[in-house]
Structures are given as structure tokens and as C-alpha cells.
């Protein structure tokens, strides 16, 4: 009898037994297959770097190819422009000769050009001393003007227009007696 009792206990020390080596062999085999994944094989955290590498290279290889064999396209366009400038004077008797000086231009045969063009128009007037002044965005719906006052003699007018990035300049004399 006292047989009977031992075998039930001797079956539940090699069943814990079992179970102890079952589970201590996964144990063993989980932390040698963690530390392998853990651990790159080759690359860059285990994947390839050669693709990656080629991929780059192949870009580059393109890119370089297209910028060598790129015509470099030039659009010249060529523009005349006619353009002559008239100084109309309108003079007014006060204490001395004061003038209205104005400038008109003619582009292509048309004066002020189109509606949208506006101009900025220097004059410079020398007659002993040098006088300068500047008129901006003058338009054919603006057309501006300046009134001046010349000295005796003979008075240098210059009138300097400046349009898509182009000088123009006329000049007159303008002799004064007073």
C-alpha cells in the first residue's frame, strides 16, 4: 500500500519535472532568438544597403545624364521701338518768362504708345546753374507737366524718358530775353 502512495507522487515530481525543462528550454530558446533578431545580419538594422545604394546611384545617374544632354533653349526676341520725344513750350509773361515744358512720346508713330505705357520723364534745364527735376508715371491719361522758371539767355532743356528699361533724351534751347 504504501507503494500506491508513492506512485502518485512520484508521477507529479517528474510531471513538474517536465514541465520545469519544457519551460526552461523555451525560455533558452526565445532569448537566443531574440538576440539574433536583436543583431542585424548585414545593412543598415538588417536590411540591404546594396539595393538602397543602387537605387541612389541609379537617380544620380539619370539626373546627371539629363543635365549633360539638356540644350540650353535661349528665346531672343528682338524689339525696335521708334521712339522719338517732343517737347511742346508753352510760355506765360509774369515777373519773369515762366514755362510750361511737357513731353510727349511718339512710339511706333503713335503718341503715348498704347494707354497702358507710363513713362517717368527727367528734365534737366542749364543755363549758369543746373536745375533737375523728375515727373513720374506720366501716361496719355496723365500727362503732366512741369512749370519752370528760365533765367536770361539761352536755357538748355533736356527732357529724359526712360521706358522698358531704355534712356531716351531729347534736347531744345530755349533763348530768353527779358
Known sequence: MELLTQIPVLFLIVFLIVVI???LFV???QQRRIKQLLTPR???LGKPLAFLMLGFLSIGAVNLINTVNQKE?????TASADFVVDINILSTQVSEDIYRLSATPIIDGIEWGSKRDSFDINWTIQNG???KYIE???SQVSPGGIEVRLRKGLNRVTATIFMDGQKFEKTIEIDVEI
Open 21 to 23: 525543462l519544457v519551460l
Open 27 to 29: 525560455v533558452i530558446k
Open 42 to 44: 548585414y545593412g543598415f
Open 73 to 77: 533653349f535661349t528665346n531672343v526676341q
Open 129 to 131: 546753374r543746373l536745375e
Open 136 to 138: 513720374r508715371d506720366v
